[in-house]
């Protein structure tokens, strides 16, 4: 497989995608408000050696916006299905990290690993408002571009004014994104909170943590760490919540080190 793009429909909407290389698959899944134009290195230092796959979730990007009640992990077998690809690597920030993590709970047999940078966890308890209740709560009241302001400005992306080419790339996919979660209710398929069996989530899992992030998600990646049976926690004391667009050459190298110890599908 070389460098191509399509799209697939499905489940009343089409999902944007683009795959790069040939090789054992790597799925990377993009962070809220975002698209996958954040993972352009990964996908072309891993579109090297590997079958590098990309695509904007439902809601993002340029796939089509929720008509309906959807489900991320769905769309994603379906994308699975219709490109081939067996038992891929997962590479989630953030909402992609959910979307993978759950992924693997709900689908053991079709994921080999999965790498979770910056993960939520839904059912956590945070200690402050978490982020994308308080920038859906500004939407409902005051409109999607107060809500835009206020992510934009939020401490998660602090960090990228140390990275001038990553914040610049990040503000302009938020620039473009549709705020449709900012201003409609979601319609996501409701799923059973994995926070409750995190134990029995076997996966070979790298956890990805940024040391400037804000608390809760670095709070959430040590549970993770700790509490899922074959997983590793790796921190990088410079970053913050975009770490795989602030430091993509080492998150790269451990993202390969760790694809490297996988059993081959």
Known sequence: MTLSSGHLDFNRGSLVYQTNGA?????????FALDMAMWVAQFRHFGRKNCAVRYDLRGFGRSSLPSGAYDHCADLAALLDHLALKRPLLVGLSLGANIALRFAAERPDRVAGIVLASP??????????????????IGKARGVEAARAFWGSHPIFASLAAY??????????????????????????????????????????????????????????????????????????????????????????????????????
């Open 120 to 137: 939520g966890l839904p059912g956590h308890v945070w200690t402050e408002e978490r982020p994308p209740d308080a920038a859906r709560a």
């Open 23 to 31: 090789g054992a698959p790597i799925v990377f899944l993009h962070g």
């Open 164 to 265: 001038p080419s990553a914040r610049a790339e990040v503000m302009r996919m938020l620039a473009g994104y549709s705020g449709w979660h900012w201003r409609e209710d979601d319609v996501q398929a409701p799923a059973a909170p994995i926070i409750d069996r995190l134990e029995t989530i076997a996966t070979p899992a790298l956890v990805l943590s940024g040391g400037l992030d804000v608390t809760g998600y670095r709070d959430i990646a040590d549970v993770l760490a700790r509490r899922l049976p074959n997983a590793r926690l790796v921190r990088y004391p410079d970053c913050g919540h975009m770490l795989t667009m602030e430091r993509p050459d080492a998150v790269n190298a451990e993202i390969a080190a760790f694809a490297a110890k996988l059993p081959a599908a």
